[in-house]
Protein backbone atom coordinates (compact mmCIF):
# COMPACT_ATOMS: atom_id res chain seq x y z
CA UNK A 1 0.00 0.00 0.00
CA UNK A 2 3.02 2.41 0.89
CA UNK A 3 5.27 2.90 -1.80
CA UNK A 4 8.83 1.16 -1.11
CA UNK A 5 11.12 4.47 -0.44
CA UNK A 6 8.81 5.79 1.74
CA UNK A 7 8.38 2.35 3.96
CA UNK A 8 11.50 3.05 6.39
CA UNK A 9 10.21 6.45 7.40
CA UNK A 10 6.16 6.46 7.17
CA UNK A 11 5.70 2.38 8.12
CA UNK A 12 5.35 2.51 11.90
CA UNK A 13 2.86 5.11 10.96
CA UNK A 14 0.17 2.27 9.63
CA UNK A 15 0.47 0.34 12.62
CA UNK A 16 -0.76 2.51 14.73
CA UNK A 17 -4.61 2.71 15.93
CA UNK A 18 -5.32 5.97 14.47
CA UNK A 19 -4.47 4.60 10.95
CA UNK A 20 -6.71 1.66 11.34
CA UNK A 21 -9.54 3.56 12.52
CA UNK A 22 -8.61 5.62 9.17
CA UNK A 23 -8.74 2.57 6.94
CA UNK A 24 -11.72 1.13 8.34
CA UNK A 25 -13.33 5.00 7.93
CA UNK A 26 -12.57 5.04 4.38
CA UNK A 27 -13.33 1.99 3.59
CA UNK A 28 -17.23 2.27 5.27
CA UNK A 29 -17.44 5.48 2.88
CA UNK A 30 -16.18 3.52 0.02
CA UNK A 31 -19.09 1.04 0.65
CA UNK A 32 -21.59 4.26 0.87
CA UNK A 33 -20.54 6.12 -2.39
CA UNK A 34 -18.19 7.17 -4.78
CA UNK A 35 -15.32 8.47 -2.39
CA UNK A 36 -12.06 10.15 -4.26
CA UNK A 37 -9.44 8.68 -5.71
CA UNK A 38 -10.05 5.87 -6.20
CA UNK A 39 -8.11 3.29 -3.91
CA UNK A 40 -5.02 2.91 -5.75
CA UNK A 41 -4.44 6.30 -6.32
CA UNK A 42 -4.66 7.18 -2.36
CA UNK A 43 -0.57 7.46 -2.22
CA UNK A 44 0.09 8.70 -5.71
CA UNK A 45 1.90 11.53 -4.76
CA UNK A 46 4.36 9.28 -2.57
CA UNK A 47 4.46 7.05 -5.70
CA UNK A 48 5.46 9.74 -7.95
CA UNK A 49 8.29 11.57 -5.79
CA UNK A 50 10.05 8.79 -3.81
CA UNK A 51 11.31 9.89 -0.24
CA UNK A 52 15.12 11.21 -1.15
CA UNK A 53 14.45 12.87 -4.46
CA UNK A 54 12.35 15.32 -2.45
CA UNK A 55 13.18 18.79 -3.27
CA UNK A 56 10.00 20.68 -2.98
CA UNK A 57 7.27 20.09 -0.81
CA UNK A 58 3.88 22.00 -2.08
CA UNK A 59 0.91 20.98 0.26
CA UNK A 60 -2.66 21.24 -0.38
CA UNK A 61 -5.79 20.41 1.57
CA UNK A 62 -7.90 17.72 0.22
CA UNK A 63 -8.41 16.13 -2.52
CA UNK A 64 -11.26 17.14 -5.60
CA UNK A 65 -14.79 16.10 -4.84
CA UNK A 66 -15.89 15.65 -8.66
CA UNK A 67 -15.66 12.76 -10.76
CA UNK A 68 -12.44 11.80 -12.41
CA UNK A 69 -10.94 15.14 -11.19
CA UNK A 70 -8.22 14.12 -8.75
CA UNK A 71 -5.58 11.41 -8.58
CA UNK A 72 -3.55 12.24 -5.51
CA UNK A 73 -1.57 15.11 -6.29
CA UNK A 74 -2.54 18.37 -4.91
CA UNK A 75 -3.64 20.81 -7.36
CA UNK A 76 -3.34 18.45 -10.15
CA UNK A 77 -6.31 16.96 -12.26
CA UNK A 78 -6.26 13.64 -14.82
CA UNK A 79 -5.38 14.71 -18.76
CA UNK A 80 -8.63 15.89 -19.94
CA UNK A 81 -10.26 17.15 -16.97
CA UNK A 82 -10.64 21.30 -17.16
CA UNK A 83 -8.07 22.75 -15.83
CA UNK A 84 -9.46 23.99 -11.83
CA UNK A 85 -9.14 27.67 -11.25
CA UNK A 86 -6.40 27.19 -8.45
CA UNK A 87 -4.41 25.75 -10.73
CA UNK A 88 -4.88 28.37 -13.23
CA UNK A 89 -4.01 30.96 -11.00
CA UNK A 90 -0.92 28.85 -10.66
CA UNK A 91 -0.54 29.13 -14.32
CA UNK A 92 -1.15 32.42 -14.70
CA UNK A 93 1.57 33.55 -11.91
CA UNK A 94 3.91 30.67 -13.59
CA UNK A 95 3.58 32.54 -16.92
CA UNK A 96 4.14 36.82 -15.38
CA UNK A 97 7.21 34.91 -13.62
CA UNK A 98 8.88 32.73 -15.97
CA UNK A 99 7.29 33.60 -19.22
CA UNK A 100 5.91 29.98 -19.22
CA UNK A 101 3.68 29.06 -21.73
CA UNK A 102 -0.14 28.77 -20.02
CA UNK A 103 -0.66 24.45 -20.69
CA UNK A 104 -3.85 23.03 -22.27
CA UNK A 105 -4.38 20.49 -18.95
CA UNK A 106 -3.73 20.24 -15.14
CA UNK A 107 -1.59 17.25 -14.55
CA UNK A 108 1.32 18.37 -12.77
CA UNK A 109 2.86 14.62 -12.96
CA UNK A 110 6.05 16.15 -14.64
CA UNK A 111 6.69 18.27 -11.74
CA UNK A 112 6.44 15.05 -9.45
CA UNK A 113 8.88 13.19 -10.87
CA UNK A 114 11.31 16.06 -10.80
CA UNK A 115 11.21 15.88 -7.26
CA UNK A 116 7.98 18.28 -6.56
CA UNK A 117 5.97 16.28 -3.77
CA UNK A 118 2.52 17.41 -4.25
CA UNK A 119 0.97 16.39 -0.65
CA UNK A 120 -2.72 16.69 0.20
CA UNK A 121 -3.33 17.33 3.87
CA UNK A 122 -6.28 15.15 3.67
CA UNK A 123 -5.77 11.97 1.07
CA UNK A 124 -9.65 11.00 0.51
CA UNK A 125 -13.03 12.92 0.26
CA UNK A 126 -16.50 12.11 -0.51
CA UNK A 127 -17.73 13.09 -3.72
CA UNK A 128 -19.17 16.44 -3.93
CA UNK A 129 -18.36 17.03 -0.69
CA UNK A 130 -15.12 18.49 0.16
CA UNK A 131 -13.37 18.08 3.21
CA UNK A 132 -15.68 15.28 4.57
CA UNK A 133 -12.85 13.23 5.50
CA UNK A 134 -11.22 15.78 7.44
CA UNK A 135 -10.38 15.31 10.86
CA UNK A 136 -10.62 11.67 10.23
CA UNK A 137 -6.43 11.10 10.83
CA UNK A 138 -5.30 11.35 7.54
CA UNK A 139 -3.98 14.97 9.04
CA UNK A 140 -1.90 12.87 11.39
CA UNK A 141 -0.67 10.69 8.44
CA UNK A 142 0.61 13.80 6.25
CA UNK A 143 2.08 15.61 9.42
CA UNK A 144 4.04 12.75 9.66
CA UNK A 145 5.17 12.85 5.66
CA UNK A 146 6.29 16.27 6.49
CA UNK A 147 8.14 15.80 9.56
CA UNK A 148 10.11 13.10 7.64
CA UNK A 149 11.06 15.22 4.93
CA UNK A 150 11.54 18.14 7.44
CA UNK A 151 13.92 15.09 9.61
CA UNK A 152 16.45 14.62 6.42
CA UNK A 153 19.58 15.42 6.45
CA UNK A 154 19.25 16.61 2.89
CA UNK A 155 17.63 20.47 3.04
CA UNK A 156 13.90 20.77 0.97
CA UNK A 157 11.58 24.12 0.00
CA UNK A 158 8.00 23.88 1.47
CA UNK A 159 5.21 25.61 -0.33
CA UNK A 160 2.79 26.72 2.09
CA UNK A 161 -0.03 28.44 0.12
CA UNK A 162 -2.46 29.81 2.52
CA UNK A 163 -3.79 29.75 6.42
CA UNK A 164 -3.96 26.09 6.08
CA UNK A 165 -1.02 25.07 5.06
CA UNK A 166 1.08 27.65 7.67
CA UNK A 167 -0.69 26.01 10.74
CA UNK A 168 2.41 22.96 9.62
CA UNK A 169 5.08 25.70 10.38
CA UNK A 170 5.83 24.34 13.79
CA UNK A 171 7.17 20.67 11.80
CA UNK A 172 9.49 22.86 9.87
CA UNK A 173 12.90 23.97 11.07
CA UNK A 174 12.97 26.63 8.88
CA UNK A 175 16.87 27.25 9.62
CA UNK A 176 17.79 24.55 7.61
CA UNK A 177 15.35 24.36 5.09
CA UNK A 178 13.36 26.82 2.82
CA UNK A 179 10.31 27.85 3.40
CA UNK A 180 8.19 29.61 0.85
CA UNK A 181 4.98 31.18 2.00
CA UNK A 182 1.77 33.19 0.84
CA UNK A 183 -1.83 33.48 0.01
CA UNK A 184 -3.59 30.31 -2.05
CA UNK A 185 -4.11 30.33 -5.57
CA UNK A 186 -7.74 30.28 -4.86
CA UNK A 187 -9.99 32.87 -6.58
CA UNK A 188 -10.63 34.05 -3.37
CA UNK A 189 -7.16 34.87 -2.62
CA UNK A 190 -5.78 35.20 -6.10
CA UNK A 191 -5.25 39.25 -5.65
CA UNK A 192 -2.95 38.38 -3.19
CA UNK A 193 -1.54 35.29 -4.63
CA UNK A 194 -0.58 37.19 -8.51
CA UNK A 195 2.49 38.80 -7.85
CA UNK A 196 3.83 36.78 -4.92
CA UNK A 197 7.07 35.65 -7.42
CA UNK A 198 6.50 31.71 -5.20
CA UNK A 199 8.34 30.59 -8.44
CA UNK A 200 11.55 32.25 -8.02
CA UNK A 201 11.48 32.34 -4.28
CA UNK A 202 11.84 27.94 -4.82
CA UNK A 203 14.18 28.06 -7.51
CA UNK A 204 16.01 30.47 -5.63
CA UNK A 205 16.23 28.29 -2.66
CA UNK A 206 16.74 25.15 -4.58
CA UNK A 207 19.58 26.92 -6.36
CA UNK A 208 21.07 27.60 -2.26
CA UNK A 209 20.29 24.08 -1.64
CA UNK A 210 22.82 22.59 -4.31
CA UNK A 211 19.85 20.77 -6.23
CA UNK A 212 18.87 20.88 -9.57
CA UNK A 213 16.62 23.36 -11.07
CA UNK A 214 12.68 22.28 -11.69
CA UNK A 215 11.89 22.49 -15.29
CA UNK A 216 8.37 24.31 -14.53
CA UNK A 217 6.92 23.69 -18.26
CA UNK A 218 3.89 21.46 -18.78
CA UNK A 219 3.54 19.84 -21.97
CA UNK A 220 0.65 20.46 -23.86
CA UNK A 221 -1.40 17.31 -24.23
CA UNK A 222 -3.52 18.05 -27.28
CA UNK A 223 -7.35 17.70 -27.81
Given at each position: ??????????????????????????????????????RDEV????????FDQV?????????????????????????????????????????????????????????????????????????????????????????????????????????????????????????????????????????KFMG????????????????????????????
Open positions: MLPESWQDVLGEELDKPYFKELTEFVEEERARGPVYPPFAALEATPKVLVLGQDPYHGEGQGHGLCFSVRPGVRTPPSLRNIYKELHAEKGLPVPDNGYLMPWARQGVLLLNAVLTVRSAEPNSHKGKGWEKFTDAVIRAVADREDPAVFVLWGAYAQKKLPLIDAERHAVVKGAHPSPLSAKSRPFTQIDEAIAAQGHAPIDWRIPDLGA
